[in-house]
């Protein structure tokens, strides 16, 4: 299924994957079958669809932004209760986007599914990771159920040349201290406004 028009994209990476490769070998196909299902329901219950699945990463696409952040909040949430599999915690880093939609061979292309990529790229294991197009989709949605959209700032993403700003989804009960974003952050005219007054 590939909707055409404006779709948000949401990309699952898993933190660490080589490292938990080396430790469990063969039984991280299982982790990688239970991880592959837990996102097909969470998308599909939320009239969301899984577009592909690619080695340790999911690319899932919605509708509907509202519906993108409900689901990553259960993603993240059903991995952080779920008891330990193979002797392994699965954490994941969680990017969402929202932009045209080009399809292509029963998949999305163009710079906003490689936009969304990079923001997920630029998290980590239990954070979810949005760009600004989202934050504002979702202002009334994150208002009624109580969660916040925090400021993260600007930064530039692997291969893009217009900057992004981005911001954390905090929900109750979700981890919300993580390190800084793993891409380079970019000094904007507030930041450097307060910057130059410190001097």
Known sequence: MCAIGTV?????????STQLVERIDGDF???LDDFYGLVKVAAEERQG???ETDGDGVFAAFKDPAAALEAAVEIQCRLQMRPVSHGVELRVRIGLHIGSAVAASGSYVGREVHRAARI??????????????????????L??????????????????????????????????VFPGLRAEPVMTDIDLAAYTHLL
């Not at 948000?8 to 660490?16: A, P, Q, S, Y």
């Open 8 to 16: 948000t994209f949401m990309f699952i990476d898993i933190e660490g």
């Open 29 to 31: 196909a299982d982790v």
């Open 49 to 51: 669809w899984v577009v």
């Open 120 to 141: 997920s790229d630029a998290g980590h294991g239990g954070q979810i990771v949005m760009s600004a197009a989202i934050r504002g989709e979702v202002a009334d949605a």
């Open 143 to 176: 208002w009624s159920l109580q969660w916040q959209a925090r400021d993260l700032g600007t930064y530039l993403l692997k291969g893009l040349s217009r900057p992004e700003h981005l911001f954390q989804l905090e929900v109750p009960g979700l981890e919300a």
